[in-house]
């Protein structure tokens, strides 16, 4: 009998005995088959590469498990590729680990894991890679995953938060707080008007034009602003490169959606998570060029510069208002939105 057929996660999917072969037979490779995967070894085997390792982990237990612009799935697919570009790497592999729980739907399963095979399709960065168990019913949430993925750092590129200078400008690459906003109003079944929805997204070939078109040691930093959202990832930055940051309150896009859901919730789109937008840090006299290209793809069209650099007190972030005022914006403090990610 196909196990299959009973339709939910049993304990038997985790043993390592039949049930795991049909699972991983019947369902892993079928959606994200390739040559590496393909052979179940106990590791995978890559060809080497010039340059840097690159190595990057994350797990995710968002709630709900599928939402507006996609699903835990994308998010893992998205995430780990996008911490690997952050550090000017080039995203080369992925492993998959899920923790499943008893009698979750085979039907959602299937769902995410295609879910990831299409986002590992479109980025060009295959799973080869994964590992499956099953825990009893109550012991997790549905499902766990974690991705950690590899990539290569090109000799000449050295990109960090403590290699920021002063004078840089500051450009985000799109509207903020699409993603955690969006997991919020899902989550508390707020319904608005609009188009609300998660900015998932890989990031590494905006990031592999920049690298590309600029001159060389022009960009300076890369973050990707996802929990403590922009206020958060300005901060580590300011503190790391032991310099003030200043951002402009109007230059700063935001959604007229994300707007209003956060007037609603009494929320600051500045700290809400984001799963396809970064901050890229250049020199100033390579800023517009920055911003056109990447302005020029898909993912960063709404790019925009919102601040700079400045000479001052170490690891501040002053935000100065439409109105001519001011307001220091600290790091996140608590935890507004759990499990987001």
């Known amino acids: 009998m196909n196990i299959l057929a009973k339709k939910k996660v049993l304990l038997d999917h985790g043993s390592g005995g039949i049930a795991s072969s049909e699972l991983i037979s019947t369902l892993f490779l079928k959606h994200l088959d390739n040559s590496i995967l393909a052979s179940l070894e106990d590791s995978a085997v890559m060809e080497n590469h010039p340059g840097r390792l690159a190595f990057s982990t994350d797990s995710y237990v968002v709630d709900p498990l599928f939402f507006p612009g996609g699903n835990i799935g994308t998010l893992a697919v998205h995430g780990t590729i996008n911490d690997l570009a952050m550090r000017g790497a080039k995203p080369l592999c992925l ?19 295609i879910s990831i095979a299409k986002c590992c399709k479109s980025a060009n960065v295959p799973v080869v890679t994964g590992d499956t168990k099953v825990v009893p019913k109550g012991k997790c949430d549905k499902i766990f995953i974690n991705t950690s993925g590899i990539g290569i750092v090109e000799d000449g ?14 450009i985000l690459s799109g509207s903020m707080g699409d993603h955690g906003i969006t997991i919020m109003t899902r989550r508390s079944g707020i319904s608005l ?6 900015d998932s997204a890989a990031l590494h070939d905006l990031v592999a034009l920049l690298l590309d078109k600029l001159p ?12 403590g959202g922009v206020a958060t990832s300005l901060n580590e930055i300011a503190s790391a490169a032991g310099l003030s940051v200043e951002i402009a309150d109007q230059d700063i896009p935001v959604t007229t959606e994300v707007r ?50 400045k000479a001052g007190k170490t690891g501040q972030v002053i935000l100065k208002t439409a109105i001519g005022g001011s307001r220091i914006i600290t790091p996140l403090h608590g935890e507004p939105l759990p499990r987001i990610c």
Not at 273 to 287: I, R, Y
């Open 260 to 309: 209003a859901a956060c007037e609603i919730m009494g929320l600051d789109p500045l700290y809400l998570a984001n799963e396809g937008k970064c901050l890229a840090l250049v020199t100033a006299e390579q800023a517009e060029d920055a911003l056109r290209l990447m302005r020029s793809t898909d993912v960063g069209n709404d790019a925009a510069i919102i601040g700079s650099l």
């Open 157 to 170: 590129v050295d990109v960090s938060s403590a290699m920021a200078q002063e004078g840089d400008k500051i």
């Open 193 to 198: 008007d609009g188009n609300l929805a998660s």
């Open 95 to 113: 492993s998959l680990g899920l923790i499943l729980e008893e009698g979750f739907e085979l039907e959602e399963l299937e769902r995410i894991i």
């Open 216 to 227: 060389s040691g022009s960009l300076h930093t890369l973050r990707d602003p996802t929990r």
